[in-house]
């Protein structure tokens, strides 16, 4: 349950955000919420992380597909031994999914998180929650002699 709980809130707050930025934004158009640091940048972005592969969008979405078959297995046998698990792979499983429908509407993800001088690419919500459960992850790993 808790799985599925963190899944659907990740992937709401996903979804909406990209609501938020592609009806209230131009493509391309900057806001600055604190200037030189943190701006909400409405790009589209064509590959992966940092836009490596770009334009191979069914490549992508079979990989997905793939993880996500995985991530539901290990949510169904081993995540409900543990809430920690559960949690992180909801929020990979999450964002996987956010990510997955931006591809599959457009072949682009909608990216919007821009903070400048810090790092160099726009990000979203979706990649946001794939990082932290990802991280979260392999602590869990290295912390316990079995996943």
């Known amino acids: 349950m808790y799985f599925w709980t963190t899944l659907v809130l990740t992937l709401v707050i996903d979804r909406f955000t990209k609501y938020l930025v592609t009806t209230q ?3 391309g158009q ?9 701006h909400i940048t409405y790009v589209k972005n064509p590959g992966a992380a940092f836009g490596i592969l770009a334009e191979k969008t069914w490549f992508f979405i079979v990989i997905t597909i793939l993880i996500l078959a995985a991530l539901f297995y290990l949510a169904y046998t081993e995540g409900k031994k543990s809430l920690f698990l559960a ?10 999914i956010g990510n997955l429908i931006d591809r599959m509407q457009t072949g682009l993800v909608v990216d919007f998180i821009d903070f400048r ?26 912390k316990s002699d079995k996943i």
């Open 30 to 38: 900057t806001i600055p919420l604190i200037p030189n640091f943190l």
């Open 117 to 142: 001088g810090i790092w160099p690419f726009v990000f979203n919500m979706a990649d946001s929650a794939i990082v932290v459960g990802m991280i979260l992850l392999a602590y869990h790993v290295l």
């Open 87 to 96: 949690l992180t792979l909801g929020l990979v499983a999450g964002g996987a």
């Open 25 to 27: 934004m131009l493509l």
